[in-house]
């Protein structure tokens, strides 16, 4: 009996094998029509023409792609040359990403492994204390950033009142704002996965680097970050795809002079004036380039695997 209910459970007998694929059903059902369907209603979008006062017009054409890329002057009748505008937009949002997940990880793996190396007691404890920004709306979080970075904040006051400046930090408007909105807004997503990996790190390998004379650093670069290396990979992921397209902290920190590709998309499709198919061209040049640096990721980590 013992062993029948153990062969019947196990990997390799698949017992669900027959009912699998309805097993699955409703999980494909949800991410074709919550993921699937609206990336191909943008991409169909994409390619269709403006309405005067909003929405489309059914009749195919590459003129959003080209208002992207191209500047043809203000009637549309001039020799083509490249749109910097879009570009420039486009990679500000890229540094803004990528220095937002520099920043959590640097932030992020001391406070994962510190967490990690707690007591099995208030492990839980700190991890609860990590997810309480969470139960407050993004929205709200944010303008409470704005609040606090403000000329007549909290912060400045208390530096004024302690003498540190004489006059109060113009930070609002700025890049450094929209960077500390990324950076508080997804601290948690680098912080999590880090500490899931190392919680499962065996710590006897460092014990044993150390009775072999290893320095710290050379334990962390060597035998630590190799084996949390997955937890890293995805804490950055999580990090710097949804701060590329987010368009909160650019719209509420940043002003006009540091938008960023989720706040030209968001225009985009909001009233009457909107561009629907340059949004939905942005989206998918978006999508585009994130697609890409994933199967780069992909690609990496399958070749490791092999290697390995």
């Excluded at 990336?39 to 309405?51: D, G, N, P, R, W």
């Excluded at 996965?193 to 050379?218: C, G, H, Q, V, W």
């Excluded at 999580?238 to 719209?251: C, E, I, K, M, Q």
Aim: charged share 15%; proline share 5%; hydrophobic share 50%.
């Amino acid at each position: 009996m013992a062993g029948g209910a153990a062969s019947g459970g196990s990997a390799a007998s698949d017992t669900y094998k027959e009912a699998r694929h309805w097993l699955l059903m409703p999980s494909w059902l949800v991410l074709g029509f919550f993921v699937f369907a609206p990336v191909c209603v943008m991409v169909i979008y994409s390619f269709l023409t403006k309405e005067f006062r909003g929405g489309v017009i059914w009749e195919p054409t590459l003129a959003a792609y080209d208002q992207f890329f191209f500047d043809r002057g203000l009637f549309g009748d001039s020799d083509p040359t490249l749109q910097w505008t879009y570009i420039e937009i486009f990679w500000r949002s890229i540094w803004q990403a990528g220095l937002a997940t520099i920043m959590s990880l640097l932030i992020g793996f001391p406070t994962a492994y510190f967490i990690a190396t707690r007591p099995d007691g208030t492990r839980a404890l700190w991890v609860f204390l990590i997810t309480i920004p969470y139960w407050v709306n993004l929205l709200i979080r944010t303008v409470s950033m704005k609040f606090l970075l403000r000329d007549e904040g909290p912060m400045n006051d208390a530096l004024l009142n302690i003498g540190l400046i004489g006059e109060p930090l113009q930070i609002i408007n700025t890049n450094l704002a929209v960077q500390l909105g990324l950076f508080y807004s997804y601290l948690p997503f680098m912080v999590l996965p880090i500490y899931a990996s190392i919680e499962r790190y065996n710590f006897t390998m460092s014990e044993a680097a150390a009775d072999l004379y290893a320095t710290k650093f050379t334990t962390l670069r060597r035998i630590v970050l190799p084996a949390v290396k997955p937890g890293v990979i995805a804490g950055c992921i999580l990090v710097f795809v949804p701060s590329l397209g987010a368009f909160l902290a650019p719209d509420l920190l940043g002003g006009a002079k540091n938008f960023m590709i989720g706040s030209l998309i968001e225009e985009q499709f909001k009233g009457n004036a909107g561009n629907w198919p340059f949004g939905a061209a942005a989206s998918m040049i978006l999508l585009s380039m994130v697609l890409v640096l994933l199967l780069i990721f992909a690609q990496q980590q399958r070749r490791a695997g092999a290697a390995t």
